[in-house]
């Protein structure tokens, strides 16, 4: 197995909230943008994409687009902001029904210039004959934001349908951010960086799992297990969940380390140890469950260390059938000497009278792990709901309050605020909830962003918070 340098984690494992790395480069230090992680438009302030991949556009149902949520010294609101289709200029391809750009979201400097970029996920689109063979495409940071980008071609269209279901960003030896790409298969190709704006990249391989996984996965996550050597590992979920290492050169399938099936991952130093911890949430196992795999020198081990329900003790609320505790992870950043927290969503917790409006748990992380035994230097696990008092919203059926989670710095004040997706609100229209980040996470200072407020369509199921990143 692959040895790492045992140092600190920094900004490697910090990326494992959009799904990539942050990496320094021998281009990025002469770049023009800011370097700020998710900074779209060069202000120093990271943004938000929230994909709202069942969008109509210009009548074309189910097209999809992406909403840019500006980060800045004030709260994140429906007016700063920038709306993208496949019917914006400069974007490749049109939109037509059933495309679903969207679906999948990552931020990342994939060409080096300073500027986060945006990989966007099409996994609907038509490609010539073929039927929902799905596209990619990397929309281009600039002072003015994601105003251009290239299409990724599919290396196999006749291999696979879904192109683009799913995307992380990773990196090897060489530090240029690669791009890998899941389809409705379990194979996953990755692009090497060397990305550029005419649509070059530094080539292509597929990475082919053993033979015993047999079914598409149902996340990407990355991050550097082991230590600051700066080369992502890859964890796939789904009904076959397993990690591989990265090398130099690449995914290396023969460090291939099966785990227990799960939907969703979380890469963070939970017991700040210097080394990643791995979390795996599994929401269909009764209530559902998120196991905690502590890491080391190796990575982490295929044994679990322990688990977290809401029937643990010091966790809110209590384990229903159905609540789906764990369907969304999402890790703060790693500020280089402390611990790592943990956003877990439930989007199917019933409150009241309300079945599936959902809930959202924050653990905080010790010297021993995830603690929500109780005040752990002032801190204990957070509960939120729409019910909340200053949350926006109510409490209704069918909201999934935490369908999706991403945690963020959007006023570049060291603080990691919560943004939470509830696709379900308002009958699949959408919406976002912003909480912010002070020390612990507070519920002032919390708009809610919603498909209205910032120009989507809400004809049929827009689904407004479905995915995030940056």
Do not use: C
């Not at 500020?335 to 917790?349: D, T, V």
């Amino acid at each position: 197995m692959r040895k790492h340098l045992v140092v600190g984690l920094a900004t490697a494992t910090a990326a494992a909230l959009t799904g990539g790395l942050l990496v320094a480069t021998a281009d990025t230090a002469a770049a023009a943008g800011s370097g700020v992680p998710g900074d779209f438009n060069n202000d120093g302030y990271r943004d938000i994409a929230v994909a709202a991949p069942g969008a109509h556009v210009n009548g074309r149902s189910g097209a999809g687009q992406v909403v840019i949520v500006y980060g800045g010294v004030s709260d994140p609101a429906n007016a700063r902001r920038t709306v993208i289709s496949q019917d914006s200029t400069g974007v490749p391809g049109t939109a037509e029904a059933g495309d679903g750009f969207g679906e999948a979201v990552v931020a990342e400097d994939f060409n080096g210039d300073g500027y986060a970029d945006l990989a966007v996920g099409a996994p609907g689109e038509d490609v010539g004959t073929d039927t929902d063979g799905g596209t990619v495409a990397i929309l281009w940071g600039s002072d003015t934001g994601l105003t251009s980008g290239v299409t990724v071609a599919d290396p196999a269209p006749s291999a696979h349908d879904k192109f683009g279901r799913l995307l992380t960003a990773l990196t090897d030896g060489d530090q240029k951010p690669d791009l890998a790409i899941a389809s409705d298969r379990p194979t996953i190709d990755v692009y090497r960086g060397g990305f550029t704006t005419s649509g070059t990249t530094g080539g292509s391989y597929r990475f082919v799992p053993p033979s015993t996984v047999t079914t598409a996965p149902a996340s990407l996550t990355s991050g550097n297990f082991g230590g600051h050597d700066l080369i992502a590992d890859l964890v796939v979920t789904g009904p076959s969940t397993y990690y591989v290492l990265g090398s130099d050169s690449g995914l290396n399938p023969a460090s291939h380390t099966k785990l227990p099936t799960s939907t969703a991952a979380a890469i963070g130093d939970f017991d700040a140890n210097k080394y990643a911890d791995l979390a795996l949430g599994a929401p269909d196992e009764s209530g559902g469950i998120v196991r905690v795999f502590n890491g080391d020198a190796d990575g982490p081990a295929a044994t679990m260390s322990y688990s977290i329900t809401q029937d643990s003790p010091g966790i809110p609320d209590s384990s229903e059938p159905g609540d789906r505790f764990g369907a969304s992870l999402a890790v703060t950043r790693w500020n280089g000497s402390s611990h790592q927290n943990l956003a877990i969503g439930a989007p199917g917790e019933s409150l009241g009278s309300a079945t599936g409006t959902g809930a959202v748990t924050y653990v905080y992380g010790s010297e021993t792990g995830l603690d929500g035994l109780g005040p752990n230097d002032g801190t204990h696990a957070q509960f939120f709901a729409q019910s909340t008092p200053n949350v926006p919203g109510s409490d209704e059926t069918g909201d999934h309050f935490g369908n999706a989670v991403h945690l963020a710095d959007t006023h570049n004040d060291g603080q990691s605020d919560l943004i939470v997706g509830v696709a379900g609100e308002n009958s699949a229209d959408g919406a976002v909830v912003y909480l912010r980040g002070d020390g612990r996470i507070g519920t002032y200072g919390t708009p809610g962003i919603t498909p209205t407020g910032t120009g989507v369509a809400t004809t049929g199921t827009p689904g407004f918070g479905a995915h995030l990143a940056g």
